[in-house]
Each structure stands twice: as structure tokens, then as C-alpha cells.
């Protein structure tokens, strides 16, 4: 870093020196600024973004963390802590399960339903669409978190993770069609063609042919719902009542030792273990298919 | 993010005009046929109907009821038309409330997010490449952790006790979210959601033709000038998409709760808190109910304005 600041405002100062006028030099102090602003953004944005990381990395591992970043004395006593907790690893069972019921459920009908509307024009079909992406954007979670709970209460799916999944899986659902039709749209029709005059029915083209040809569309809006899925705390918080149905992203904050503080040895290692998945599941994703700029991954 | 990470996930920003496309091309080549495609569409519809559109459409009717969590109400609640409308509307801790949430919007998204993401988007594209990849690995980090996990992360940061700002400031004992709660959750959400703007920035800088950048910088052109006739009418249309839909996650993240839980005094209580305390936590659900259809207006004007925007650039 600070080479290439160096040899930049170095190679701009000989071309404009020796500076007769006020005119002349301030292109060359403008740009001496200008790259020490650079150095500055640069360091204050590091360190912006990974002071309140460092704990993350530090606590899990110190024989005894406090709410204060410091060289650990290493140690992985706190993971055995983490485990013999009866609420922690089952919610994080509870997390993966909400997440697959969610994947499973968007994914099948999401599908199925992307695909009849790329290949057929039902009337209203432009609207439909339309109102969807309408929909997912304004019906979000806190804003229909009232009524949602008085649905859930009247259906009797209060403290049912059928309930989180169905909600979680509608509130999905508007972005997930909208964009597996425009990756249905680019599967070529000539297979389709030739399936069909081998004999396959609808099904049967969608599963044999046209789903293979779109799995990453498929997979990308696979790992976009579980991570909406994974982090949501609202919507678990609201309508689950049992400990040991709540998801990981609830969990977290109840767990406090006797004399009523925060357990940092639990909570430490628990938030590294439920970041991690996502984290990697990004990145994995990131590399293979590359939609980062896209910027659709997370809300 | 959301941010703003609710229940329903904001608007795709990878979206560009499958509704607009399409028409061009729709051989029915798998022999659907009308009624066939109806059914394949029918069961996601029926669950988006039952589980988004009509608790949205409901809460206009819930809204004009005494409806409660628990007692006498809660078994027959009755009508009481638009009273919880014209009570929320002229009830000071609504407006309390919502100017609360214009300030998180404007300063935390509006600015904030852009302008830092902006910064680090035409900053990063001339630094060096190992500079660069850490500070892109690190805002991304703070976006996709979970955001039960960030913000237990910032509470552990701004501690009264031994939090690592007070340690690192030397002003012991400050308590920084009962102190300052609204700048906390402004500067903790602008931590978090950042990474959205960078990203889209810097695609929209890449679409920049670079010699038109040269050749401003030829004849002398400062950095600004260079920014504001050169780079800004080329991503006009990047802006007007970042700002809309940073508004929008902003406006609906319910995230800060975890900090500041809506205090103290209410001093941070924006608007998704505000209707949590309300109708979950107070029980009065038809009063959150006509909250919350308000809530769902204040949407429906940003996504209108935002789908203007994107239809108009085509």
C-alpha cells in the first residue's frame, strides 16, 4: 500500500515540478491528496469492518472470553460447552431442518410453476409476474408480522415449524418464480422437442430435461432461500413458542448463565458455528457460479 | 440484510425484466396447454394467496377491530371502523416513531450505505489487489453473517463494561446504546448493509468506458469533475436503483431490536419495533394491524416508484 502511494505521488511530482504557477501544481497536490484520502478511506474502512469481527474470532477460542477483544488463552473447552448445552446443537438441527423445508417446498412448486409460465402464455401472465415481484418486496416480514401471527393463531400452526416453513416458503416464493422463469426462458426448446416426440409427458420433460439444464438457476435460488431462511429471526421469534423448536437464529439470545449475563463462552462458540455455513456456502457459490454483483443473495 | 433479512425477501436485484422479455417467445414446446400450465402454476400461487397476499389483505380488516392478544376481545372482537387508523395517526408515539425511522432511512441507507459504498467501490478499483480483496472479504463478511450474530458482535463492541470501543477510547463506562441508541443502530446498520451498494457499484464503475475516463483526466480534469461529468451520467440508473431498494431494506429491517430492543425510552423505536411492541408485545393487535397496513402503503409507494424506474431505463 504504501509503495504504490509513494511511487505514484513520486512520478506525479517530477512530471509537474517544478510547478511555476498555482494553476500548474494543483493538479499534483490535488493528486497528493487525493491518494493519501485513498490510504486513509482504505485503513479507516478496515478497520471499521473488522473490529467487531475480532471477537467472533478471538472469544470461541479463549479459556475465558469476556465482551472484550484480546489474545486468547487458546482453548476448545468452550466447543464442549457449546455441546453438552441441551438447546444449542438441536437448534441448529431445527435451523437446517426449517431451511431443507423451505428449499424442498420452494423449489418443487417454484419450479413446476416457473416452467408452465416460460412456456405457455396464460392470460395475465405479464401481470401476474409482475404483481409478484410487487408482492415480495412490499409484504415483508415486519410489515405483515401482525396479521401473519393472527393467521397462524386461527390455523393453529402457533409453535409449528410447519407454520415457520409455509410462511418463510410464501414469503420466498414471488422472488424464486420470477427469477427461475427468466433460467427456464434460456433452456433451448429443441430437447424439449425430441423428448417430446420420444413420448414424454410435461413431468417428465421438466425432470429429465429441462431441470438438469437449469441447475444452477436452480442452485443459486437454492442458497438465496436458505440464506433468507438461515438468518431470519422474526418470523421463528414470532411463531414458535417451545425452546427446543426454536431455529439458531432465536436461540442465541437465551443463552445466559444463573447470575443472569450474556454466556460468552456459549455464545461465541455457537455464532461461529452458525455463521459458518452461510459464510462458506457464499463463497462456494460465489466461485462457482458467480453472481455475486448480482447482489441477490441477501436482502 | 437485511438487513435486512425478513421473512420475505426483498425485491431480487438480479431481476432485469423477465416481465418486460418473454412474450417474444413462448412455443409451447412440452405440450402444456392452457389448463395444464394453470395447474403447474396453481399450487405455488395457492401458497403465496394463502401465507402473503391475504394476511396482507387482512390487515385491513384487522385494523378496524379492538382485536387483542388475550382477554374479553380476543374471543369476540369488535368493530370499531377506523378509530385505530385516526388514533394512530394523531397519536404522538406513532409520530415519534416514524420520524425516527425517516432519520434511520436517510442516514443509515440513504446516505450512509451509498455513500460509504460508493467510496469503497471507486476507491477499490485502483488499489492494490491484496487491500482490496481484504476489504471486499470483510464488508461481505458483515453481510451475510446472520444478523442475530452481527448484532450480539456490536453488542459485545459498544459493552458498558469491558466492550472493545471503551477499551480502545479509554472511556470507560460509557454505555454507547443507551447513550447514543439511534446513532448506534444508524452506524451498526450502515456496518452491515454496505456491501449491497459496493457490489452494485462497482459494476456500474466497470460499465464506465475507461478511455472517456482518460481522456477527462488528460485535460485536467479533477477527481471530482471527473465523477460528476463523466462517471455519474453513466450510472444515473444504478443510483436510482441502489437508493430504492436500500430505502426499502432499511425502512423494513427489524434487526436494530436486537440491539436496542426499541430503547431506551423509545429513543430508537422505528417503525417494524414499534409494531412488534404493540401488537405482540402489548397485545393490542387491530391497533398493530392498521400500523402495519400503513407500513405496507409506505411500500407500496417505494416498489411502485422503483418498478417506474427500472421500466423507464428499458
Known sequence: ?299 | MSRPTDAAGALPAVVTGGVRRGSARHSDVAGLGRARAGAFVAPALALVGLFLVFPALWTAYLGMTDYRLTGLSAQAPNFVGLDNYTDTLTDPAFHASLRLTLVFVLLSGVLGQSLLGFAAAWVLRTTNRAVKSAIEFLVLLAWIIPSSVVSFLWIALLDRGDGTLNAMLGTEGMSWLTQYPMTSIIVFNIWVGTAFSMLLFSSALASVPPSQLESARMVGASTWQQLRDVVLPHIRGHILTNTLLITLWTFNTFTPYLLTAGGPNHESEILPVYIYKVAITGGRLGVGAAISLIMLLINLVIATVYLRVLRERK
Open chain 1, 1 to 299: 500500500m504504501t509503495a504504490t502511494t509513494g511511487t505514484q505521488a513520486q512520478g506525479r511530482t517530477t512530471t509537474g515540478a517544478p510547478p511555476p504557477g498555482r494553476r500548474r501544481s494543483n493538479p499534483s497536490v490535488g493528486h497528493f491528496v487525493g491518494t493519501v484520502l485513498k490510504a486513509v478511506l482504505c485503513a479507516v474502512m478496515l478497520g471499521f469492518f473488522a473490529l467487531p469481527l475480532l471477537w467472533l474470532a478471538t472469544a470461541p477460542f479463549d479459556a475465558a472470553p469476556s465482551l472484550s477483544v484480546s489474545w486468547p488463552q487458546w482453548t476448545l473447552a468452550n466447543f464442549r460447552t457449546m455441546v453438552e448445552n441441551p438447546y444449542a446443537l438441536g437448534s441448529l438441527v431445527n435451523s437446517v431442518l426449517l431451511s431443507l423445508g423451505v428449499v424442498v417446498l420452494v423449489l418443487t412448486l417454484g419450479s413446476i410453476a416457473s416452467y408452465a409460465l416460460s412456456r405457455v402464455v396464460i392470460p395475465g401472465r405479464d401481470a401476474l409476474l409482475y404483481a409478484l415481484l410487487l408482492l415480495s418486496s412490499i409484504v415483508t416480514g415486519t410489515a405483515a408480522m401482525v396479521p401473519t401471527f393472527q393467521l397462524m393463531n386461527q390455523l393453529r400452526l402457533i409453535d409449528s415449524q410447519v407454520g415457520v416453513i409455509l410462511v418463510m416458503a410464501a414469503g420466498v416464493m414471488p422472488t424464486v418464480i420470477f427469477i427461475l422463469k427468466d433460467f427456464m426462458d434460456t433452456v433451448p426448446k429443441s430437447y424439449e422437442e425430441s423428448a417430446r416426440l420420444a413420448g414424454a409427458g410435461p413431468l417428465r420433460i421438466l425432470w429429465d430435461v429441462v431441470v438438469p439444464i437449469a441447475r444452477p438457476g436452480l442452485a443459486t435460488i437454492a442458497v438465496w432461500s436458505v440464506v433468507q431462511v438461515w438468518g431470519n429471526f422474526l418470523v421463528p421469534y414470532i411463531l414458535l413458542r417451545s425452546p427446543d423448536k426454536q431455529p439458531a437464529a432465536v436461540v442465541m439470545y437465551t443463552f445466559y448463565t444463573e447470575g443472569g449475563q450474556p454466556n460468552l463462552a456459549l455464545i461465541s462458540t455457537f455464532s461461529l458455528l452458525f455463521s459458518v455455513p452461510v459464510v462458506a456456502m457464499y463463497f462456494f457459490v460465489n466461485r462457482k457460479f458467480g453472481f455475486r454483483f448480482h447482489g441477490g443473495i441477501k436482502s
